[in-house]
């Protein structure tokens, strides 16, 4: 029997029964009870969609391409302007397959509350990671700067492989039984990566906040630069977070 017949059939039989309670008393309602927990159980087991999975990995590969344009402006900083621009295009379709998540979660009657709410918080951490690429980026365009700021310049990197490894996750998902290994592996390494971004937070916030400044223009943009590394220590976070719930899926034996 279709997954989609067996929980029509069952909410038949969820009716039947809510009408025995009301011209049967306290039994039924025993009974009903019971059956609730079947009910629910059951839908636990039941086969689940895999369309998610398409729609993880399409925006695993968003995030990937926006902390490579974050790299890529290091080699050029001329490309400040466009490579912003290309970087709220990203948001934009990212923040749509967000969306399209939202909707497919709604109309699917194959998890319960709680896993729906793993995948809705996971989407969003993941979208998160490029919303703060393109936030640094649209700050940048606040300095005088010449030439690419040295903590940008630190944290690309890292958030680039960090994004690189939640891409090679989010395909283990797909079969949990061969590639449980590989994604414990994924999420310790993004865990690692995280504690070396926290290393040059901590380095460019004692510069930023002790040594002394000469001029008003280089404290205003010194403000701006302690901003841009706030907000890609963030990105890192929201790396780390991602790891987090995927370890969970992980725990769960799958999503």
């Given at each position: 029997?279709?997954k989609?017949?067996?929980?029509?059939?069952?909410?038949?039989?969820?009716?039947?029964?809510e009408?025995?309670?009301?011209?049967?008393?306290?039994?039924?309602?025993?009974?009903m009870i019971?059956?609730?927990?079947?009910?629910?159980?059951?839908?636990?087991?039941?086969p689940?969609?895999?369309?998610?999975?398409?729609?993880?990995?399409?925006?695993?590969?968003?995030?990937?391409e926006?902390?490579?344009?974050?790299?890529?402006?290091?080699?050029?900083?001329?490309?400040?302007?466009?490579?912003?621009?290309?970087?709220?295009?990203?948001?934009?379709?990212?923040?749509?397959?967000?969306h399209?998540?939202?909707?497919?979660?709604?109309?699917?009657?194959?998890?319960?509350?709680?896993e729906?709410?793993?995948?809705?918080?996971?989407?969003h951490?993941?979208?998160?990671?490029?919303?703060?690429?393109?936030?640094?980026?649209?700050?940048?365009?606040?300095?005088?700067?010449?030439?690419?700021?040295?903590?940008?310049?630190?944290?690309?990197?890292?958030?680039?492989e960090?994004?690189l490894?939640?891409?090679?996750?989010?395909?283990c998902?797909?079969?949990?039984?061969?590639?449980?290994?590989?994604?414990?592996?994924?999420c310790?390494?993004?865990?690692?990566?995280?504690?070396?971004?926290?290393?040059?937070?901590?380095?460019?916030?004692?510069?930023?906040?002790?040594?002394?400044?000469?001029?008003?223009?280089?404290?205003?943009?010194?403000?701006?630069?302690?901003?841009?590394?706030?907000?890609?220590?963030?990105?890192?976070?929201?790396?780390?977070?991602v790891?987090?719930i995927?370890?969970?899926?992980r725990?769960?034996g799958?999503?």
């Amino acid at each position: 029997m279709k997954k989609g017949k067996a929980l029509e059939r069952f909410a038949a039989i969820k009716k039947r029964e809510e009408g025995d309670i009301a011209s049967h008393g306290f039994f039924p309602v025993l009974k009903m009870i019971l059956f609730n927990s079947v009910f629910e159980r059951m839908s636990v087991f039941l086969p689940h969609d895999r369309k998610f999975f398409e729609l993880f990995e399409a925006l695993a590969d968003k995030a990937v391409e926006a902390s490579q344009l974050l790299v890529d402006l290091g080699a050029d900083y001329s490309y400040l302007s466009r490579i912003g621009e290309e970087l709220k295009a990203l948001e934009e379709e990212a923040d749509s397959v967000v969306h399209q998540i939202i909707h497919e979660l709604y109309y699917d009657h194959t998890r319960v509350t709680e896993e729906k709410g793993d995948i809705r918080y996971f989407a969003h951490n993941l979208d998160n990671i490029i919303d703060g690429v393109e936030k640094a980026v649209a700050r940048l365009a606040f300095t005088q700067r010449p030439a690419i700021p040295e903590p940008v310049s630190e944290f690309s990197p890292i958030i680039l492989e960090a994004s690189l490894e939640i891409r090679k996750a989010i395909s283990c998902l797909r079969d949990m039984r061969c590639e449980e290994g590989s994604l414990e592996t994924h999420c310790i390494r993004i865990n690692e990566l995280e504690n070396e971004a926290d290393k040059i937070n901590r380095k460019w916030l004692k510069m930023l906040m002790t040594t002394p400044v000469k001029e008003t223009e280089e404290l205003l943009e010194r403000q701006v630069l302690k901003e841009i590394v706030d907000i890609l220590e963030d990105t890192m976070d929201q790396c780390e977070d991602v790891a987090n719930i995927l370890e969970t899926f992980r725990l769960k034996g799958g999503v």
